[in-house]
């Protein structure tokens, strides 16, 4: 696969979004959506979020709880002329998409998708796109690809810039240490990461330690602050019936994770970004 920017698919903005998943053949599992509700009223820019999120057709499934959604919102508002781009990257159905491109579209800054998949590139992007049309038409790309292709022929090129990154891609420990470990090559223009699933397991075919690979960039006395839902009990705390996945009771479904208040552990500064990718 060559890494690059893609273009959008306009044979896409006029079909539904059943249409979208059966052209595109994304399978949708549990056809999960958060409850969104709690969180109306509290501020006007994430009400507008809600209202058009709510305001598309719900043949989609979301990845994250409503506090997640909106802890990463306020997240993104607090850095409000610090930033100027958000980095999606793993974009599945749109979920995360759907807010971060609100925050685009409000906040005046860019937004660039990272996935592995074409198809789930695009159809995050016709969800945001109907959301906020002028904003995903202008400031919004699709880069086909990896994070650490993304650092070595985006980031590592431009001139400035301040980044947020938004990571909820692949949640295997190696990809995690691969996707985080890129990011010291470009830590002059990272503002903060935020990570969903930290406390995310499963069987072990999936590797799913994405907090044990923070810990291993970031050290184990990584300073974060707690993003979404912490659950203590109940179905998500028991493996599903997809992958065996399931939730650690008493940890938080996300960690957000500024610069400023922390340093790379990994890689070691004499590995060369050459080198970093030499087993990519």
């Known amino acids: 696969m060559m890494a690059s920017f893609t273009d959008p698919d306009k044979n896409l903005e006029t079909r539904s979004f059943a249409e979208i998943a059966e052209r595109l053949n994304i399978e949708i599992y549990s ?32 990845q ?81 690809g990896t994070l650490p292709e993304y650092v070595r022929d985006v980031l590592m090129k431009e001139e400035g810039g301040n980044v947020i990154i938004h990571h909820d891609g692949a949640h295997d420990f190696e990809q995690v240490i691969r996707d985080l470990g890129s990011l010291f090559y470009i830590k002059d223009k990272l503002h903060s990461l935020l990570i969903q699933d930290t406390h995310l397991r499963g069987v072990p075919e999936y590797f799913n330690f994405v907090d044990a690979a923070v810990y291993s960039i970031f050290g184990r006395d990584v300073t974060y602050a707690p993003l979404g839902t912490v659950y203590n009990d109940g179905p998500v705390c028991e493996p599903n019936r997809w992958q065996g996945n399931y939730f650690m009771p008493g940890e938080p479904e996300g960690m957000y994770i500024p610069l400023t208040h922390n340093k790379f552990y990994y890689p070691h500064p004499k590995i060369t970004l050459a080198q970093f990718f030499e087993r990519q």
Request: aromatic residues 12%; proline residues 4%; contains cysteine.
């Open 31 to 62: 056809g999960f959506k958060p409850d969104l509700s709690p969180w109306l009223g509290r501020n006007i820019i994430f009400d507008d979020i809600i209202a058009k999120r709510a305001a598309t057709e719900g043949h989609y499934e979301d």
């Open 64 to 144: 994250c709880s409503g506090k997640y959604y909106f802890d990463i919102f306020n997240t993104i508002k607090s850095a409000l002329g610090e930033v100027s781009r958000i980095v999606e990257v793993g974009v599945f159905m749109g979920g995360s998409t759907s807010v971060l491109a609100g925050c685009a579209h409000y906040l005046g800054i860019e937004l660039d998708l990272i996935d592995i998949s074409p198809d789930h590139l695009q159809f995050a992007r016709e969800r945001a796109r109907r959301a906020y049309p002028e904003t995903v038409e202008s400031r919004v790309r699709m880069y086909h």
